[in-house]
């Protein structure tokens, strides 16, 4: 049995009822492209033929009695791909709407962890021909940089591709530990390495006060459960919604350069200029600027290894500021001051919280949290979640359908109910909004102010669109 890492045994252990911790992506294929007849069973064989690449896929969860320690992985013995290929219809006329709820739905359920923890769902109906794919993938094993390596591995280049070399990627470890051995080296683990990681975090935790007190005599530094309380924050239900829309990535680039950010600051600043609007129409625009969490990624090159390596960088979104430029001009500042932070943190950071916290810890603190009503008494931690990964600039095709787009979408938990992942894709840049409809009924409402904070945040600076774009 191979452990899990820290962070992924806490993605586990941190679910309840209502915190799904599954990614999930939406992509939408014109099966117009391919060589061959495309239905349910040629993407079905097309996915059955790439598994051997893929062994994520292949894993099943071993648990350590009574969360004393992390659970591992193991190769499942008796895989039954059929159990996790799936096929639906979105209803008539299968528009945005339609799928929107769909996968919502779908998004709403947990992975059987009696099961290698993914799905693919094969979505026929939608309109104007195309076929949807959305693909779950529990946390644990995944996050948006590997994601983008998996979604490369079971796609292709060109519609008719050449036979590529399909050797199986090994997975040596089959072996499950009996209830007795693992209950053994859980106490063995909790007795001895849980007191020396602990007492290593306090170390680590007492240099990084000291750090960040350097940088708190500054008023501009943004944390955790500073945010202001809004419709986006609250107790959450399991239900989920979803909506999505795309930009040209070109304008995106554009605005960019007229005002010398980074792409991923012209991104956060599409987004608060989406959200103030929404605020304002429902009368619920605070005062003090919206916090956002965007996760970092922390691999290194060409590292796929399984599992998740995501750090946390908080930033401003400066809704309180009326004038688009003026607002991207204070997120780029708040986004640089903190990644400044979190260099200063990193060079005295030995381990995280969840390397050093039992498992079965985490999961009780997050039912206690939940149960206790935290979500709404407390003060916010964050009012979103805001995720930006890059993706190829190149077309896909799976099984000869050019992949048109994909549509991100990451979990929700600590009582926020909006979650926008975003991914660069050939010539555009395509928004996923997942949210509790509990909360925010309609991310529809949200996704369709994307594009008109592009065309203010253009107007600014005399940037016209080209015709069509």
Known sequence: MRRMGGQDAAFLYGETPSWHMHVSALMILDPSTSPAPFDFERVRLHTLERLPLVPQFRLKLVEVPLGLDRPGWVEEPDFDADYHIRRIAVPAPGGPRELGELVGRLTSYKLDRRKPLWEMWVIEGVEQGRVALLY?????????????????????????PAPRDLTPIPFDDRHVPSFVERLGLGMVHAATRAPYRTARFAVQ???????????????????PFRAPRTSLNGEFTPHRRFAWVSVPLGRVKEVKHAYDVKLNDVVLALCAGALRRYLQKIDDLPEQPLIAQCPVSLRAGMDQEIGSKVGSMFTSLATDIAEPADRLIAIKAATSEAKEIGEALSADKIMGLTESTPPGLVGLAARMYTAMGLESRMPPPINVVISNIPGPPFPLYMAGARLEAMYPMGPLLLGTGLNITVISYCDSIDFGFLCCPEMVPDPAAIADGIPIALEELEASVGITPAAGS
């Open 136 to 160: 779950k993938i529990h946390h644990a094993m995944i996050d948006g940089v590997s994601g983008m390596g998996l979604a490369e591995v079971s796609f292709d280049l060109e519609p008719d």
């Open 205 to 223: 935790s007492a240099r990084q006060a000291v750090t960040l007190l350097n940088f708190a005599r500054r008023r501009s530094v943004v944390g």
